[in-house]
């Protein structure tokens, strides 16, 4: 049984960190692209970050460039979320998601192309 278990969610002040980990298992992602998705109440699930299986291409939502980090390391099948500078407008559930499928993503922000989904870290920033 494929199963994502993020991890390092909580409270933190604006302008704080905080680093949050994707742990997979039940098989092994490190073809795979992965991602980081969040949800804030009201709206909808939303694309934060990805990272193809090589770890040198990296893809962020603009509202998060220069401010979260992703990074993976296949040998443990792990993912993370650096998260810097941290606002308000961050505060979400973080959801871990990996493709299935080996190859190209045609568009790595669209929630349909990751077949495997974590069950989330809820992230609050304090003003």
């Known amino acids: 049984q494929v199963q994502l278990v993020e991890s390092g969610g909580g409270l933190a002040q604006a302008g704080g960190s905080l680093r949050l980990s994707c742990a997979a298992s039940?098989?092994?992602?490190?073809?795979?692209?992965m991602g980081w998705f969040r949800q804030a109440p009201g709206k909808e699930r939303e694309f934060v970050a990805a990272i193809d299986w090589s770890d040198k291409n990296t893809y962020y939502a603009d509202s998060v460039k220069g401010r979260f980090a992703i990074s993976r390391d296949n040998a443990k099948n792990m993912m993370y979320l650096q998260m810097s500078n941290l606002k308000p407008e961050d505060t979400a559930v973080y959801y871990c998601a990996a493709r299935g499928r080996i190859g190209p993503v045609a568009l790595v922000t669209r929630n349909s192309e990751y077949d495997y989904w974590g069950q989330g870290t809820q992230v609050t920033v304090s003003s």
């Open positions: 039940g098989r092994t992602f490190s073809r795979n692209y």
